[in-house]
């Protein structure tokens, strides 16, 4: 068993920025994909950005250029760097991830996100 603990949500104003982390209980060393997702108030769970086991990372259109996925081995921790917050930003934010050892992904509890002035 695997857990993901987020933190890093809170309140920010429009322009901002937020820095989420996800800490795991395991080794990332060899994570085949992890990344984040939100949710928005009466909407679905949307994809934000993935950074796969070999360093590539995609973007949401909607947060490239914004946003940044990064992670810290050592730590064992995903990190999501915002930038230019927006309100239509402010959401449930999950991450996630995933390796084969595993057999399954693990997702972390959501932290909220608030981009209002």
């Known amino acids: 068993q695997v857990q993901l603990v987020e933190s890093g949500g809170g309140s920010v104003q429009p322009g901002g920025s937020l820095r989420l982390s996800c800490a795991a209980s395991?080794?990332?060393?060899?994570?085949?994909?992890m990344g984040w997702y939100r949710q928005a108030p009466g909407k679905e769970r949307e994809l934000v950005g993935v950074?796969?086991?070999?360093?590539?990372?995609n973007y949401a259109d909607s947060v490239k250029g914004r946003f940044t996925i990064s992670r810290d081995n050592a730590k064992n921790t995903l990190y999501l760097q915002m930038n230019s917050l927006k309100p239509e930003d402010t959401a449930v934010y999950y991450c996630?991830?995933?390796?084969?050892?595993?057999?399954?992904?693990?997702w972390g509890q959501g932290t909220q996100v608030t981009v209002s002035s």
């Open positions: 996630y991830m995933y390796q084969t050892t595993w057999g399954r992904a693990y």
């Open positions: 395991a080794s990332i060393f060899r994570i085949n994909a």
């Open positions: 950074l796969t086991g070999g360093g590539t990372a």
